[in-house]
């Protein structure tokens, strides 16, 4: 489920449609959560489905970890990508707000910890990445826990409207990390190597 302080919009010819705030979301926001609507399919589920689903499937998932292919109910699975991307994806089925979103903006992730299965180019933002590879979450892990280090501690500092539909496990775990009973999980448990598979090409 997405953050409800958003909506979708049309962006431009170019990117087409995008989730924009309605609202100021401060950094530490949790912007998405994995809920019990979104759905999962398995490599088999996507090569038994007639061409205009695996089309769907393949312009609206993620895939996860275990090779499945994620398809979220709502405006989320419009999140666009970019190379300095404002929300992460954490070890925990949830997003965050790395630094605040103003009125207006876009949310978007880096869909280089989407385990995709082929590179493609994003648009120019004047980064030294230009490219999107399936094996991003091996190179820029580390950067990217770095990011959701600087504000994890932040979640129980400001409105979380998602929380009723975390996993109250979830929440339990949130609880220790801020109370340093446990460590911060990193991003890298979201990778999926392709190569190891036979997960149907997106």
Aim: hydrophobic share 35%; aromatic share 12%; charged share 25%.
């Amino acid at each position: 489920m997405i953050h409800p302080h958003t909506e979708l919009r049309f962006i431009s010819n170019e990117v087409g449609y995008g989730v924009v705030a309605t609202k100021f979301i401060p950094a530490g926001t949790i912007t998405w959560v994995l809920d019990k609507l979104d759905r999962e399919f398995s490599p088999l589920d996507f090569q038994n489905m007639e061409p205009l689903y695996q089309e769907i499937l393949d312009t609206y998932t993620y895939r996860n970890n275990n090779g499945n292919l994620v398809l979220c109910w709502d405006h989320g699975r419009y999140v666009n990508h970019s190379f300095n991307s404002n929300c992460l994806t954490t070890a925990y089925d949830f997003e965050i707000a790395i630094r605040d979103i103003q009125p207006g903006e876009q949310l978007t992730d880096d869909y280089g910890y989407l385990n995709i299965s082929s590179p493609f180019r994003g648009i120019n933002e004047g980064t030294k990445r230009k490219t999107v590879y399936p094996d991003d979450l091996l190179k820029y892990h580390k950067v990217w826990d770095n990011k959701i280090k600087k504000v994890f501690h932040k979640i129980k500092k400001v409105d979380q409207p998602l929380v009723p539909v975390l996993n109250p496990n979830t929440w339990d775990k949130i609880e220790r990390i801020l109370n340093g009973e446990e460590a911060l999980a990193s991003i890298l448990s979201n990778y999926f190597d392709t190569e190891k598979s036979t997960v149907p090409s997106n």
